[in-house]
Protein backbone atom coordinates (compact mmCIF):
# COMPACT_ATOMS: atom_id res chain seq x y z
CA UNK A 1 0.00 0.00 0.00
CA UNK A 2 0.93 3.52 -1.15
CA UNK A 3 0.90 6.81 0.82
CA UNK A 4 2.02 10.34 0.06
CA UNK A 5 4.83 9.33 2.02
CA UNK A 6 6.07 6.27 -0.50
CA UNK A 7 4.39 2.98 0.32
CA UNK A 8 3.61 1.19 3.94
CA UNK A 9 4.42 -1.56 5.23
CA UNK A 10 1.28 -3.93 6.27
CA UNK A 11 2.77 -4.61 9.42
CA UNK A 12 2.90 -0.61 10.83
CA UNK A 13 -0.93 -0.54 9.26
CA UNK A 14 -1.53 -2.70 12.21
CA UNK A 15 0.34 -1.87 14.47
CA UNK A 16 -1.29 1.59 14.28
CA UNK A 17 -4.81 -0.13 14.03
CA UNK A 18 -3.49 -2.57 17.61
CA UNK A 19 -2.45 0.79 18.91
CA UNK A 20 -5.80 2.88 18.18
CA UNK A 21 -7.66 -0.34 19.71
CA UNK A 22 -5.91 -0.72 22.40
CA UNK A 23 -5.89 2.83 23.38
CA UNK A 24 -10.06 3.21 22.56
CA UNK A 25 -10.94 -0.31 24.91
CA UNK A 26 -8.61 0.62 27.42
CA UNK A 27 -10.90 4.06 27.62
CA UNK A 28 -14.00 2.03 27.70
CA UNK A 29 -12.93 -0.20 30.32
CA UNK A 30 -11.65 2.30 32.65
CA UNK A 31 -14.98 4.48 32.00
CA UNK A 32 -17.00 1.44 32.81
CA UNK A 33 -15.21 0.81 36.10
CA UNK A 34 -15.60 4.76 36.46
CA UNK A 35 -11.30 5.41 36.63
CA UNK A 36 -11.09 6.99 33.91
CA UNK A 37 -8.61 10.43 34.37
CA UNK A 38 -7.69 12.76 32.28
CA UNK A 39 -4.17 12.02 33.01
CA UNK A 40 -4.39 8.93 30.67
CA UNK A 41 -3.63 10.23 27.54
CA UNK A 42 -0.42 11.51 28.29
CA UNK A 43 -0.01 7.79 30.03
CA UNK A 44 -0.91 6.38 27.18
CA UNK A 45 2.01 8.69 24.72
CA UNK A 46 4.43 7.74 27.65
CA UNK A 47 3.77 3.88 27.11
CA UNK A 48 3.66 4.22 23.43
CA UNK A 49 7.40 6.10 23.14
CA UNK A 50 8.50 4.13 26.22
CA UNK A 51 7.87 0.54 24.54
CA UNK A 52 9.35 1.54 21.07
CA UNK A 53 12.30 2.30 22.19
CA UNK A 54 11.98 -0.80 24.85
CA UNK A 55 11.74 -3.03 21.88
CA UNK A 56 14.52 -1.44 19.78
CA UNK A 57 16.94 -1.69 22.27
CA UNK A 58 16.16 -5.46 23.33
CA UNK A 59 16.57 -6.04 19.43
CA UNK A 60 19.81 -4.63 19.57
CA UNK A 61 20.85 -6.42 22.71
CA UNK A 62 19.55 -9.83 21.41
CA UNK A 63 19.25 -9.92 17.52
CA UNK A 64 21.23 -7.47 16.14
CA UNK A 65 24.70 -10.00 15.92
CA UNK A 66 27.34 -7.57 15.78
CA UNK A 67 25.46 -4.82 13.55
CA UNK A 68 24.16 -3.05 17.17
CA UNK A 69 26.45 0.19 16.81
CA UNK A 70 25.75 0.78 13.47
CA UNK A 71 21.78 0.05 14.07
CA UNK A 72 21.37 2.12 17.07
CA UNK A 73 23.02 5.07 14.53
CA UNK A 74 20.87 4.49 11.72
CA UNK A 75 17.36 6.38 11.63
CA UNK A 76 15.93 3.99 9.57
CA UNK A 77 16.23 1.16 11.96
CA UNK A 78 14.16 3.45 14.83
CA UNK A 79 11.77 4.03 12.36
CA UNK A 80 11.64 0.94 11.00
CA UNK A 81 11.05 -3.02 11.99
CA UNK A 82 12.97 -4.84 14.62
CA UNK A 83 11.05 -5.02 17.54
CA UNK A 84 10.90 -6.96 20.76
CA UNK A 85 8.27 -7.34 22.98
CA UNK A 86 9.40 -8.31 26.25
CA UNK A 87 12.00 -4.85 25.61
CA UNK A 88 8.59 -2.95 25.31
CA UNK A 89 6.92 -3.99 28.06
CA UNK A 90 9.75 -3.83 30.13
CA UNK A 91 10.06 0.01 29.33
CA UNK A 92 6.79 0.51 29.41
CA UNK A 93 5.94 -0.78 32.99
CA UNK A 94 9.04 1.41 34.23
CA UNK A 95 7.18 4.04 32.55
CA UNK A 96 3.94 3.32 34.51
CA UNK A 97 5.71 2.95 37.76
CA UNK A 98 7.26 6.39 37.62
CA UNK A 99 4.06 7.82 36.11
CA UNK A 100 1.86 6.79 38.70
CA UNK A 101 3.69 5.93 41.86
CA UNK A 102 6.49 9.17 41.72
CA UNK A 103 4.82 11.93 39.62
CA UNK A 104 1.27 10.79 40.91
CA UNK A 105 -0.41 11.10 37.76
CA UNK A 106 -2.93 8.12 37.39
CA UNK A 107 -3.97 5.13 39.76
CA UNK A 108 -1.74 2.99 39.51
CA UNK A 109 -4.29 -0.22 40.41
CA UNK A 110 -6.79 1.39 37.66
CA UNK A 111 -4.27 -0.22 34.71
CA UNK A 112 -5.74 -3.66 35.80
CA UNK A 113 -9.09 -2.57 33.37
CA UNK A 114 -6.41 -1.97 30.70
CA UNK A 115 -5.71 -5.67 30.21
CA UNK A 116 -7.75 -7.00 27.79
CA UNK A 117 -7.28 -3.86 25.78
CA UNK A 118 -3.14 -4.97 26.01
CA UNK A 119 -4.11 -8.80 24.82
CA UNK A 120 -6.55 -7.78 21.91
CA UNK A 121 -4.16 -5.28 20.44
CA UNK A 122 -1.08 -7.41 20.92
CA UNK A 123 -3.43 -9.89 18.91
CA UNK A 124 -3.87 -7.80 16.52
CA UNK A 125 -0.09 -6.47 16.27
CA UNK A 126 0.06 -10.39 15.61
CA UNK A 127 -2.04 -10.55 12.74
CA UNK A 128 0.31 -7.65 11.20
CA UNK A 129 2.94 -9.75 11.88
CA UNK A 130 1.51 -12.80 9.60
CA UNK A 131 0.53 -11.02 6.93
CA UNK A 132 4.09 -9.38 6.72
CA UNK A 133 5.85 -12.50 7.31
CA UNK A 134 7.72 -12.03 9.76
CA UNK A 135 7.85 -13.77 12.83
CA UNK A 136 7.32 -16.80 10.60
CA UNK A 137 7.43 -20.58 11.82
CA UNK A 138 9.04 -23.62 11.08
CA UNK A 139 8.43 -26.08 8.42
CA UNK A 140 4.71 -27.35 8.70
CA UNK A 141 3.07 -29.96 7.05
CA UNK A 142 -0.05 -29.73 8.72
CA UNK A 143 -3.62 -28.66 7.56
CA UNK A 144 -3.46 -25.29 8.40
CA UNK A 145 -0.36 -24.07 7.29
CA UNK A 146 0.81 -20.88 5.80
CA UNK A 147 3.60 -20.31 2.48
CA UNK A 148 5.91 -18.21 3.78
CA UNK A 149 8.99 -17.08 2.95
CA UNK A 150 8.89 -19.64 0.28
CA UNK A 151 8.18 -22.80 2.56
CA UNK A 152 4.72 -24.01 4.39
CA UNK A 153 5.10 -23.30 7.80
CA UNK A 154 3.70 -23.15 11.73
CA UNK A 155 1.51 -20.04 11.23
CA UNK A 156 2.89 -18.99 14.71
CA UNK A 157 2.00 -15.44 14.26
CA UNK A 158 -1.72 -16.82 14.42
CA UNK A 159 -1.09 -19.04 17.37
CA UNK A 160 -0.12 -16.54 19.16
CA UNK A 161 -3.18 -13.98 18.20
CA UNK A 162 -5.55 -17.00 19.20
CA UNK A 163 -4.14 -17.12 22.49
CA UNK A 164 -4.19 -13.44 23.35
CA UNK A 165 -8.11 -13.21 22.68
CA UNK A 166 -8.48 -16.05 25.11
CA UNK A 167 -6.51 -14.04 27.15
CA UNK A 168 -8.44 -11.00 26.68
CA UNK A 169 -11.43 -12.85 27.16
CA UNK A 170 -10.65 -14.10 30.67
CA UNK A 171 -9.17 -10.27 31.92
CA UNK A 172 -12.72 -8.92 30.43
CA UNK A 173 -14.30 -11.33 33.09
CA UNK A 174 -12.34 -10.65 36.20
CA UNK A 175 -12.33 -6.77 35.29
CA UNK A 176 -16.28 -6.86 35.13
CA UNK A 177 -16.00 -8.85 38.36
CA UNK A 178 -13.91 -7.13 40.52
CA UNK A 179 -14.65 -4.03 42.73
CA UNK A 180 -12.25 -1.33 43.13
CA UNK A 181 -11.51 -2.08 46.79
CA UNK A 182 -10.49 -5.48 45.22
CA UNK A 183 -8.14 -3.91 42.31
CA UNK A 184 -6.92 -2.04 44.80
CA UNK A 185 -5.47 -4.96 47.30
CA UNK A 186 -5.21 -7.42 44.16
CA UNK A 187 -3.37 -5.10 41.72
CA UNK A 188 0.11 -6.60 41.79
CA UNK A 189 -1.56 -10.29 41.73
CA UNK A 190 -3.31 -9.62 38.92
CA UNK A 191 -0.66 -8.34 37.00
CA UNK A 192 1.33 -10.92 37.91
CA UNK A 193 -1.29 -13.37 36.38
CA UNK A 194 -1.04 -11.74 32.90
CA UNK A 195 2.48 -11.74 33.20
CA UNK A 196 2.55 -15.46 34.29
CA UNK A 197 0.15 -16.69 31.83
CA UNK A 198 1.53 -14.47 28.58
CA UNK A 199 4.96 -15.80 29.70
CA UNK A 200 3.45 -19.49 29.39
CA UNK A 201 2.01 -19.12 26.11
CA UNK A 202 5.22 -17.08 24.72
CA UNK A 203 7.23 -19.62 25.88
CA UNK A 204 5.56 -22.75 24.34
CA UNK A 205 4.93 -20.93 20.90
CA UNK A 206 8.57 -20.06 20.51
CA UNK A 207 9.25 -23.69 20.24
CA UNK A 208 6.92 -23.37 16.62
CA UNK A 209 9.20 -20.02 15.24
CA UNK A 210 11.68 -20.60 12.75
CA UNK A 211 13.24 -16.77 12.31
CA UNK A 212 16.80 -16.55 13.67
CA UNK A 213 16.84 -12.98 13.84
CA UNK A 214 15.40 -13.28 17.00
CA UNK A 215 18.06 -14.60 19.11
CA UNK A 216 19.25 -18.24 19.87
CA UNK A 217 21.49 -19.61 22.59
CA UNK A 218 22.04 -22.67 22.98
CA UNK A 219 18.73 -23.66 20.94
CA UNK A 220 16.59 -21.21 22.83
CA UNK A 221 15.50 -18.11 22.30
CA UNK A 222 15.89 -14.74 24.18
CA UNK A 223 12.08 -14.73 24.88
CA UNK A 224 12.06 -18.17 25.75
CA UNK A 225 14.66 -17.05 28.33
CA UNK A 226 13.20 -13.86 29.34
CA UNK A 227 9.89 -16.04 29.82
CA UNK A 228 11.70 -18.63 32.10
CA UNK A 229 12.43 -15.96 34.27
CA UNK A 230 9.28 -14.77 34.54
CA UNK A 231 7.49 -17.91 35.25
CA UNK A 232 10.03 -18.48 37.40
CA UNK A 233 10.27 -15.56 39.68
CA UNK A 234 6.22 -15.46 39.60
CA UNK A 235 6.17 -18.59 40.89
CA UNK A 236 9.01 -18.44 43.65
CA UNK A 237 7.13 -14.99 44.74
CA UNK A 238 3.71 -17.11 45.04
CA UNK A 239 5.13 -20.17 46.81
CA UNK A 240 6.79 -17.93 49.16
CA UNK A 241 3.77 -16.28 50.10
CA UNK A 242 1.75 -19.85 50.03
CA UNK A 243 -1.36 -17.65 47.35
CA UNK A 244 -1.12 -20.16 44.65
CA UNK A 245 -4.66 -20.81 44.99
CA UNK A 246 -5.76 -16.68 45.55
CA UNK A 247 -3.56 -16.06 43.16
CA UNK A 248 -5.86 -17.32 40.17
CA UNK A 249 -9.64 -17.54 41.61
CA UNK A 250 -9.18 -14.55 44.34
CA UNK A 251 -9.16 -14.89 48.29
Known amino acids: MDSIFGPVPVYFIFMGMSW ?20 FFLLFIGIFLSSWIG ?19 DPQFWFGGGFVFFGGLLFSLLFVLLYCLVLKKFKLYALYCCLPAICFSHALGRVGCFF ?25 QI ?7 ILGVFFIKKVFQEQEKKLKERFFLNIGQYLLLYALIRFFIEFFRGDKVRGIYFGISSSQIISGLIILII ?12 FFFGP
Open 20 to 39: GLGFELSKFFLKKKKLFQKG
Open 55 to 73: SKLLFLLSSARGQAQDLFL
Open 132 to 156: SGCCFGKVCSLPWKAFQNGLYRHPV
Open 159 to 165: YESFFLI
Open 235 to 246: LAVILKKKRFYS
